[in-house]
C-alpha cells in the first residue's frame, strides 16, 4: 500500500473565527476562490480521502466534492455543539468516527500554500512506536499540520471530554514527535484575519502563473 493510499485528510475548518468578525473563514474568496478550495486542491492529491470539519455552511464546502463532518456531541442526548467549541480536536473526533484509515493528516483551512509533499514528509518521518508526527519550523511548533494514528482516539476522548481544546497540548500528551519544516515554511502562511486575506491576495498576484 503506498502512503497516499494509507493516509486521510482532514482540513480543519470548524473554528469560529473570530478575527474575520465572525465570517466564516474557509468560504473567504482568495484570487477568485473560497479558502477552502485552495488548501483542498493542495492536499487531495496527497491522501487516499479527504474529509473536512466544518460546523456551518455545510452545502457550500459539499459542492467542493468533499464530506463535511460537524463536531460530534460529547454526550448521549446532547446536540451539535456552537461552531468553534470543540476545536481542532473536536473535528479530529468527528473524523475518526467517519473512517477507517489508520492514520490522519491534518491541516487547517486557511493554509493556501500548503506544500505538495506535507503529508510524504510526515509519513517519512514516522518510527515505529510513533503514535503522531507534528510539524515545526524555526518559530516554534505548527500544531495543526501532523499525522496522527488512530491509537490516540481513546486520548483525544478523554481531553475533550474534560474541556481540554488545545492541540499543542494533545500532542503533548500523545508523545508526538516534531518534524522540522523550516525549509517548506511558506507552507504554514495562515489567513486569519481580512488583512491576512489581503495579503496573501497580492503574494499570489505577483507570482509568475508558472510557479503554482
Not at 465572525?22 to 492529491?45: F, N, S, T, W, Y
Not at 496527497?46 to 467542493?64: K, M, P
Not at 475533550?160 to 494533545?170: I, N, P
Request: with cysteine; charged share 20%; proline share 7%.
Amino acid at each position: 500500500m503506498s502512503v497516499r493510499e494509507s493516509i486521510c485528510g482532514l482540513i480543519l475548518a470548524g473554528g469560529a473565527s473570530q478575527r474575520f468578525g465572525g465570517r466564516d473563514k474557509g468560504q473567504q474568496i482568495l484570487a477568485g476562490r473560497a479558502l477552502a478550495d485552495h488548501v483542498l486542491e493542495r492536499l487531495a492529491p496527497q491522501v487516499s480521502q479527504v474529509l473536512l470539519s466544518a460546523n456551518r455552511n455545510t452545502f457550500a464546502y459539499e459542492r467542493a466534492g468533499v464530506r463535511v463532518l460537524a463536531d460530534l456531541a460529547l454526550g448521549l442526548g446532547e446536540g451539535p455543539p456552537p461552531p468553534g467549541e470543540q476545536g481542532p480536536l473536536g473535528g479530529l473526533r468527528a473524523a475518526w468516527a467517519a473512517t477507517t484509515h489508520s492514520w490522519i493528516a491534518l491541516c487547517p483551512v486557511d493554509a493556501p500554500l500548503l506544500a505538495p509533499d506535507l503529508v510524504t514528509r510526515l509519513a517519512s518521518a514516522r518510527q515505529g512506536s510513533d503514535t503522531a508526527v507534528v510539524c515545526r519550523t524555526r518559530e516554534g511548533p505548527e500544531p495543526l499540520f501532523a499525522l496522527v494514528h488512530r491509537n490516540t482516539e481513546p486520548a483525544l476522548v478523554q481531553r475533550l471530554m474534560v474541556g481540554e481544546r488545545a492541540a499543542q497540548g494533545f500532542w503533548r500528551a500523545v508523545g508526538a514527535r516534531e518534524l522540522d519544516c523550516s525549509d517548506i515554511a511558506e507552507s504554514f502562511a495562515n489567513v486569519n484575519t481580512p488583512q491576512a486575506l489581503a495579503e496573501m491576495e497580492a503574494r499570489l498576484a505577483a507570482r509568475p502563473a508558472q510557479s503554482d
